[in-house]
């Protein structure tokens, strides 16, 4: 069976969000990723503490609870990406990396400033969401078209092999679509819990 790897990319209504929304013109500003198509595991650099933009660094999300329970309506494009079976294993060692070390990490806020002045800056221990899912997929061997560091969430809306599976709203996705029987099988299999 064919293995993949999830990018969610979505636009919550926090106040940095609209802001980066205003900013960069783009429909979404935030990007995670999951091994599965139900959602279940989803990771990625953002805010540790819902009500607080920081502290932030590598935490789990969790689709209607902390930061993504404030909305019902949370618009999101869903990719998946093909992997071979030593990507995937390699990809739950990255994470199963950062769940260990989360506390040795943070939120790149320089990064956006970087980014921002096209100024590409390679942090070892600090991220924005975008540099992580392009830091991840180039440690387990998809190639990048530019530096990890240089990535935006609007990047991986056009990256090489990613297929759109969904486009709407990420809450309705994980609630109703990803359990329907249908769009499991053409999509991937619901994980086990």
């Known amino acids: 069976m064919a293995e993949h790897i999830y ?22 500003n935030h990007v995670s990723l999951s091994g599965d198509i139900s959602l279940s595991e989803m990771y990625s650099f953002c805010r540790t503490y819902r009500p607080f933009p920081l502290p932030a660094t590598f935490n789990r999300e969790i689709v209607g609870e902390g930061t993504l329970g404030q909305f019902g309506f949370i618009p999101c494009e869903i990719y998946r990406i093909p992997v071979t079976r030593q990507q995937k294993e390699e990809y739950e060692k990255i994470i199963k990396h950062f769940i260990a070390n ?28 975008s540099q992580f899912v392009a830091y991840t997929m180039d440690k387990i061997g998809i190639k990048l078209e530019k530096s990890f560091s240089m990535y935006t ?41």
Do not use: M
């Not at 943070?106 to 969401?129: D, M, P, T, V």
């Not at 109703?176 to 499991?184: I, P, Q, T, W, Y």
């Open 102 to 129: 989360r506390d040795i990490y943070s939120y790149n806020i320089l990064g956006l400033f970087a980014i921002y002045l096209n100024i590409e800056w390679n942090r070892q221990k600090s991220f924005l969401c």
């Open 7 to 28: 990018i969610i990319i979505a636009q919550t209504g926090t106040r940095p969000a609209r802001f980066f929304k205003f900013i960069t013109k783009k429909p979404y």
């Open 153 to 193: 969430p609007d990047d991986f809306r056009s990256f090489p092999g990613a297929e759109l599976i969904y486009s709407g709203e990420l809450n309705y996705f994980y609630n109703d679509v990803c359990h329907n029987s249908s769009f499991l099988s053409n999509y991937g299999k619901k994980a086990t819990v």
